[in-house]
């Protein structure tokens, strides 16, 4: 990092889970970080008026296009803490403009995968890079750097299993909305903590370390690991794994995305070695669990596959939470949604209309099967 200076950083998504850690960050280090642009949604005017208060951003916004425009300024790093489909465009604009991206966003990366790869520098080719800031894939790069891809044999993320691990399919149909915000880690916002309990979080994870890291789907392996001491590891082609381990917060994936190659010194308090604990591995439960099985058909299928799983995923979240539909309705859904469409497959020729389309298109095929099960 540049010790002149601190670094600019635009954060999208300022008002939430990731956004305002990412502030606390910049907080507790002025001399390494300084806000120049600030958006959000709207849904928290006030915390967002009181956060432009508070660091007088160079530029700040509501919305789509605000996120949009402030990610296309040219500065150090763009942080995407958007939730949902709608981080695409401004994912694009981070990397069109050659920003560094700190991507908390997963869902822009899965949906919109050779489109997005097409705007990262290759060193011949311009554009920006991409600094995973989902804890798992911040883990993969940390331990990435013991070894060189080509001695890379296996990916393996770790899971917490949600706060239904151990049920059966039976039980989970009983299962209430307040239930599934219960993560049993991570306070985090109301999509990703429901996609955690279903599984459809780890599912997404999956495609996201697929694209960032280039190992094939058989290469990335799942665990459970109900602790979330460890973060996620690399298995080497020497049998040696590596892993990056911490408590379970965000503070050290935040920071590291902010600040990349560097570390933040102090950024999170290191696990107590002196205290006694248990730390525990499952296999997946893929019938009760499904979620990441679809999730590795639909990254396989490629083209638009992963914006239909994502975008059927987001309407029946909202179903679930507005009591329509019963918790194993979800994932049931996401399948019979992804069974039924036949898009575009074709990574090199994949537009963004098309990835636009697919995703309007799963959410009316979502929507209509939704009625159904009422
Ligand atoms: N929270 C975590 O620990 C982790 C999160 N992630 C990922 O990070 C992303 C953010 O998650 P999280 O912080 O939990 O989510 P939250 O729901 O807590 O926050 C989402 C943020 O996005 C803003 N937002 C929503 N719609 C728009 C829009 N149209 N334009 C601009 N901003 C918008 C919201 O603003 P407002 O509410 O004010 O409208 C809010 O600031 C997700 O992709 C998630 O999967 C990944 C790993 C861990
Ligand atoms: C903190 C983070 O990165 C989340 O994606 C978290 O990993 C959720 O954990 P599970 O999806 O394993 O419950
Ligand atoms: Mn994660």
Known sequence: MNEQRPRDVVILGSTGSIGTQALDLVRANPDKFRVVGLTAGGANRELFEAQVAEFAPKFSGLGEEASVDAAAQTTDVVLNGITGAVGLRPTLA?????????????????????????????????????VPVDSEHSAIAQSLRAGRADEV????????????????????????????????????????????ATLVNKGLEVI???????????????VVHPQQYIHSMVEFTDGAVVAQLGLPTMLVPISMGMAWPDRVPDAETPIDWTKAADWRFEPLDDSAFPAIRLAREAG??????????????????DAFHEGL???PGIVDTIAEVMAAHHGVRSESTLSIEDVLAADAWAREAATRILETIK
């Open 325 to 327: 539909i019963p918790f």
């Open 94 to 130: 981070a990397l069109e403009a050659g920003n560094t991206l700190a991507l908390a966003n997963k869902e822009s990366l899965i949906i919109g995968g050779p489109l997005v790869k097409r705007v990262v520098s290759t060193g011949s080719t311009s554009g920006g890079t991409i």
């Open 300 to 317: 396989t299928r490629g083209g638009t596959h992963p914006a239909v799983y994502n975008a059927a995923n987001e309407v029946c979240v």
């Open 153 to 196: 044999r296996k990916l393996v993320l770790t899971a917490s299993g949600g706060p239904f691990r151990g049920r059966s399919r039976d039980e989970l149909a009983q299962v209430t909305p307040a239930q599934a915000l219960k993560h049993p880690n991570f306070a985090m916002g109301r999509v990703i903590t429901t996609n955690s």
């Open 208 to 222: 996201e370390a697929h694209l960032l890291f280039d190992v094939p789907f058989d290469r990335i392996e799942v």
